[in-house]
């Protein structure tokens, strides 16, 4: 029963944090618009192969990013507060930024049946889909697992702890994958159906959780940054 808790625990926090920053309801018009000169087939291959790449894009964040920030000696505590930090600011961004809007596609170029391969990971993945903002949140996600990385397995005796939050990150992004893949898929109906208001309203209530949690990652790194400067304190004062 912990195992099941602590993997819906996991994915739930992956899920909500990703979701508001990959945005694909938000993203959806403006794919809708590059792709509006392909076939409803092209359209749709198009969508999986985004989702697909969207990922691996998440996964190999998740996997290496905190691995190689650690490697350069940045520590967790000091790692989780930059983190926290870049999704705080990254939910208060959207809290206060401008709809997207589809007639702005950022001067992409419009994309048809024949050039369609060629643009499935530039720029529809990267950076239309998973940006800078959606890689940064995916480290900071690892680095909020105070003691340990989601997909660290150096502990046996935490080991049963460890595959559950696998497992529940593994859900998570491929849950968000999947939504940019019906988003993107049925872009026309999701237009219609949300509306800008509608689009608007979702964006700013998963940006606000998207805030409490960097905020909540934030506290993690500094508590665990004050536990350090305790531990050292007896040691000094007896040096």
Not at 125 to 134: D, E, I, K, Y
Not at 189 to 201: A, M, P, Q, Y
Request: hydrophobic residues 50%.
């Amino acid at each position: 029963m912990e195992f099941i808790n602590d993997s819906l625990t996991v994915f739930v926090t992956v899920f909500a944090t990703m979701f508001p920053i990959v945005n694909p309801l938000g993203g959806a018009p403006i794919f809708l618009s590059l792709v509006s000169d392909c076939s409803p087939d092209v359209k749709r291959k198009l969508a999986k192969t985004v989702g697909i790449n969207s990922c691996i894009l998440m996964l190999a964040s998740m996997m290496i990013g905190p691995k190689l920030l650690l490697f350069f000696g940045v520590s967790l505590p000091i790692l989780q507060i930059a983190g926290g930090a870049v999704v705080a600011t990254m939910g208060w961004n959207l809290l206060n930024q401008a709809p997207k809007s589809a007639d702005e596609p950022g001067g992409v170029v419009r994309i048809n049946d024949a050039t369609a391969l060629r643009h499935t990971f530039y720029p529809l993945t990267l950076p239309l889909t998973v940006g800078p903002g959606s890689i940064a949140t995916a480290i900071a996600l690892v680095a909020s697992r105070t003691q340990s990385s989601i997909f660290s397995v150096d502990s046996v005796f935490n080991l049963e702890r460890e595959l559950s939050s696998i497992i529940g990150a593994l859900l998570g992004v491929l849950a968000v994958s999947v939504a940019v893949y019906i988003a993107y898929w049925k872009a026309a109906d999701v237009e219609r159906l949300l509306g800008e208001n509608g689009t608007n309203v979702l964006t700013r209530l998963f940006a606000f959780i998207l805030l409490a949690i960097g905020v909540q990652i934030v506290w993690g790194g500094l508590h665990g940054l004050l536990l350090e400067v305790i531990k050292e304190l007896p040691s000094r004062s007896f040096g």
